[in-house]
């Protein structure tokens, strides 16, 4: 999967309309496009951030995942909502312009469609692996642990001739009493399953940068990663607040005769704008996926204004990974 994120004063406003209950009736009203972008490259979203100005003069990344309807596609669920804590099978499809389910996709990192949730607060994420119905319509079971809003993405290449990819976001109601977290502090390390993970890199509006994300298990360097969807890592980044969705490219490839399998994964990355990120970062090791998430925040000021965006941490300071990656 090709993977290419309105800040404090938004996400308090988040908090505040989840504070409360969250009910079974609850919705959003999602974002549609009036019409189709006329153009764009492979994997660029026509979202809200895509194509603009940042504060420095500069242009923005693409991000996607804003809308609902792109490029003559919708992501339909036909779950918008689910009872926290509770097993529940998420059901959706993608159609056309015509209303007709879409059934052919191209594979891209192994998996016809890459189907993400995120909770509003970013404390909660999933990467899932649903599976398609003849007919068009997928689904997948999971486990929401935490109460109220979610979004939901659907990061995909439809099959026909000269499509590019598509990344379509819908929000996802997750009903009980909701209590938003706070958007944890930006530190350079997370720990998962005793696993250390290291963030070294900076996110930079409107300028492309390499991240490399080192993982340690007991202090030792892991230097037996395994493939997961096609690299030895999967970034997701999602812009706190709006949950744009940034497509996040790995450098390299298991069996290109350059990359080793850690301890190591490199990622680049573009920032469309200034303001706080969530980083989740899927690696596989001894047959088992885990996620370590980290916060970065993206100064303004222009591609040029790197000092600041890498996370900083006290000597021994880490993020404990919440458990909810899968």
Same mark, same amino acid.
């Given at each position: ?13 988040i908090a505040a309309t989840f504070g409360t209950a969250y009910g079974v009736g609850t919705s959003i009203d999602p974002v549609v496009a009036k019409k189709p972008p006329t ?108 109460? =109220?809003?979610? @979004?939901?993405? &659907? ?6 001739? #000269? ?5 379509? !976001? %819908? ?12 958007l944890p502090p930006a530190r350079a390390t997370a720990e998962v399953d005793g696993y250390r993970v290291t963030l070294d890199g900076a996110l930079a509006p409107g300028k ?8 340690t298990k007991d202090g030792k360097p892991v230097t037996n990663l395994q493939p997961y969807l096609g690299a030895y890592g999967h970034l997701v980044a999602l812009r706190a ?45 001894? =047959?088992?996926? @885990?996620?370590? &998430? ?6 303004? #000021? ?5 000092? !600041? %965006? ?17």
């Amino acid at each position: 999967m090709n993977t290419g994120l309105k800040i404090t004063a938004f996400a308090a406003a988040i908090a505040a309309t989840f504070g409360t209950a969250y009910g079974v009736g609850t919705s959003i009203d999602p974002v549609v496009a009036k019409k189709p972008p006329t153009a764009h490259d492979e994997h660029a979203e026509a979202g809200e951030g895509a194509g603009g100005k940042t504060a420095g003069g500069h242009e923005s990344a693409p991000a996607g995942g804003l809308q609902i309807s792109e490029g003559g596609y919708t992501l339909a669920l036909d779950t918008p909502r689910v009872a926290a804590g509770t097993s529940s099978v998420l059901s959706f499809s993608v159609k056309d312009e015509s209303g007709r389910k879409v059934t052919a996709y191209q594979r891209e990192h192994g998996k016809e469609l890459h189907f993400i949730v995120a909770s509003r607060d970013l404390t909660v994420y999933r990467h899932l692996h649903p599976t398609r119905a003849a007919d068009g319509t997928w689904s997948v079971r999971t486990e929401l642990p935490e109460a =109220g809003g979610y @979004r939901a993405f &659907a990061d995909f290449k439809p099959a026909k001739k #000269g499509a590019t990819g598509v990344t379509l !976001g %819908a929000d996802l109601a997750v009903s009980g009493k909701a209590e938003p977290a706070a958007l944890p502090p930006a530190r350079a390390t997370a720990e998962v399953d005793g696993y250390r993970v290291t963030l070294d890199g900076a996110l930079a509006p409107g300028k492309a940068n390499e991240l490399k994300l080192t993982v340690t298990k007991d202090g030792k360097p892991v230097t037996n990663l395994q493939p997961y969807l096609g690299a030895y890592g999967h970034l997701v980044a999602l812009r706190a607040g709006d949950l744009a969705y940034l497509h996040v490219h790995p450098n390299g490839e298991p069996d290109d005769g350059v990359t080793e399998p850690g301890p190591e994964v490199s990622f680049t990355a573009t920032a469309p704008s200034s303001g706080a990120y969530r980083l989740f970062l899927d690696f596989q090791h001894e =047959g088992e996926v @885990r996620t370590a &998430a980290f916060t970065v925040d993206v100064p303004a #000021g222009g591609a040029d204004a790197d000092t !600041g %965006a890498k996370p900083s941490a006290e000597p021994g300071e880490t993020e404990e990974a919440d458990g909810h990656g899968h």
